[in-house]
């Protein structure tokens, strides 16, 4: 059974989304994105290198990646490139995100200590 969304009109937009999940699915990426929202403006690529520690090839295609998919602007100004986020919106969907995953670690340290304050388990009799 096919989803009647998935084929009407409504299938670029969600094509769309998905891509931009696309875009945010690999850690460097992200890393990428969250140096450039902390920046006060466009972002030299050696200053991104310098903070993210990724290889200058692998760095390049990210951002071609990011580009792609319109997450990131880039221009070039004689030798060097700059980028910025595409959307202001970005950086507070790296915030949710980010909040997601503390809430998530937070439950699960929860659920573990619940399980460190169990009686003990006896293996003899």
């Known amino acids: 059974m096919v989803d009647s969304v998935l084929d009407g009109p409504e299938r670029p937009l969600y094509e ?3 891509n931009l999940f696309k875009a945010l699915a690999h850690p460097a990426r992200i890393r990428v994105l969250e140096i450039l929202s902390t920046s006060d403006g466009p972002t030299p690529v050696s200053d991104i290198l310098a903070a993210s520690d990724i290889e200058p090839t692998l760095l390049s295609q990210h951002l071609a990646v990011l580009k ?3 997450v990131v602007s880039g221009y070039r100004a004689g030798n060097a490139v700059y980028y910025t986020l595409a959307h202001p919106k970005i950086a507070e ?3 949710i995100a980010r909040t997601f995953l503390a809430d998530t670690l937070a439950a699960q340290r929860d659920q573990l200590d619940a399980v460190n304050a169990l009686p003990p388990i006896g293996t003899s009799r």
């Open 16 to 18: 769309i989304k998905a």
């Open 68 to 70: 792609r998919h319109r």
């Open 93 to 95: 969907l790296l915030l």
